[in-house]
């Protein structure tokens, strides 16, 4: 059994997809620290500067001053400013894979195109007779042009 967990695990396409995802994870974090550190600070400036990971809602009824305050207090909370981050987040990473995906078919070569035919059946005798020909030689018909 052991042998035939390391077959599997060394296949190509294993490797291929843990290092996928260990790249891809990595490549998440960079987003996240893109959208909360770099591109909310703006947008929640131009909004009245409004800082998106402070934004939410206290369902116990008790107001609290910040998220960190409801959270040490064990007040449930629904924080809709991170839910907002985490969809910026998920439209960046999807727009950067639509692009990565878009010059990969780029790069592939087109597949060659099936030559055209050299030859085609005849209507009356069903013999295989040049394409260009205007009678059968088998069965010397006369063929109609396509």
């Known amino acids: 059994m052991l042998?035939?967990?390391k077959e599997f695990a060394m296949k190509g396409n294993v490797?291929?997809?843990?290092i996928g995802v260990i790249i891809g994870a990595a490549f998440g974090k960079i987003v996240t620290s893109m959208v909360s550190d770099i591109l909310m600070p703006p947008i929640g400036l131009l909004m009245g500067k409004v800082d998106f990971a402070s934004l939410f809602i206290t369902l116990s009824g008790q107001p609290q001053p910040s998220l960190a305050a409801a959270k040490a207090a064990g007040t449930p909370t629904i924080n809709?400013?991170?839910f907002l981050q985490t969809i910026l987040d998920f439209v960046i990473?999807?727009?950067v894979?639509?692009?990565?995906?878009r010059q990969v078919n780029r790069?592939?070569?087109p597949a060659a195109s099936a030559p055209a035919p050299a030859a085609k059946d005849c209507p009356y005798c069903y013999s295989s007779i040049p394409i260009k020909a205007t009678r059968c030689a088998h069965c010397t018909s006369?063929?109609?042009a396509a």
């Open 80 to 82: 809709y400013g991170v």
């Open 107 to 109: 790069m592939k070569r």
């Open 3 to 5: 042998n035939e967990f």
């Open 15 to 18: 490797l291929d997809m843990a």
């Open 97 to 101: 894979v639509f692009l990565l995906v």
């Open 93 to 95: 990473v999807a727009f």
């Open 142 to 144: 006369e063929i109609k």
